[in-house]
């Protein structure tokens, strides 16, 4: 069986700090893990994901995440947090890659940008 | 701009009603997925299905039931709403993997039932 946890519901920075949003995973065979992004009133869209190729994944709007095997973790990170990044985060996982029906979804991230 | 539509975005409704969340895709992808998100929780697995006329039970028991008549359309029907059912629906669909393209989500339909 699968699973995610994301550390902090909420998470508030200030405008121009460093986000980091923390993702962990359980999986027994090497995942494929997301990041989703769902701003208010709209369905979610994809940041970033891991499949097996580089370890640090670059995705839009300039974040990024790096994946840990050791370390069983897939954090997402912006170094310069911008008044447009609040919006609830989600970390996935799929031991398969293949359809959804096999994605596992985190309860999300609220992140908080401070002026 | 969306590529998935969900129509009502938002439907308040009396209990014992039954209605008929609308789905549809223009990007001619077989998999399609409903999900159901409550605040603070993750996202839920209602219904999926891989194509025509082929429809699957997620990982959440739901009372909806949905159809696959058409590619692009993959309606949600609650035949008797309850106030159990207040919660927003999110329409999704994907290419052959989501290893390879991402889930497409539409705006979501939240639904109240009094």
């Known amino acids: 069986a699968q699973s995610v946890t994301q550390l902090g519901s909420h998470v508030s920075v200030s405008e121009g700090a460093l986000v980091l949003l923390r993702c962990n995973y359980s999986?027994?065979?090497?995942?494929?893990l997301f990041w989703y992004v769902q701003y208010p009133n709209q369905g979610l869209q994809l940041l970033l994901k891991y499949t097996s190729a580089a370890t640090l994944v670059k995705g839009i709007n300039g974040f990024e995440a790096e994946f840990k095997k050791s370390e069983t973790s897939f954090h997402l990170t912006k170094p310069s947090a911008h008044m447009s990044d609040a919006a609830e985060y989600f970390c996935a996982v799929s031991a398969s890659g293949g359809g959804a029906d096999g994605l596992t979804f985190g309860k999300g991230t609220h992140l908080i940008i401070q002026p | 701009e969306a590529d998935i539509y969900q129509t009502p975005r938002y439907l308040v409704i009396g209990t014992g009603k039954k209605i008929t969340l609308e789905c549809s895709q223009t990007?001619?992808?077989?998999?399609m997925y409903w999900y159901q998100q409550d605040p603070g929780m993750e996202l839920h697995l209602i219904h999926y299905s891989y194509g025509v006329n082929s429809t699957e039970k997620g990982d959440l028991s739901s009372e909806s039931t949905v159809s696959r008549i058409r590619t692009e359309h993959f309606p949600l029907t609650l035949e008797s709403a309850r106030p159990s059912h207040t919660s927003q629906y999110l329409c999704?669909?994907?290419?052959?993997?989501?290893?390879?393209?991402?889930?497409?989500f539409g705006n979501g339909t939240r639904l109240t039932v009094t």
């Open positions: 999986s027994s065979v090497p995942p494929y």
């Open positions: 990007m001619g992808h077989d998999k």
């Open positions: 999704a669909s994907s290419g052959r993997t989501i290893g390879n393209s991402p889930l497409h």
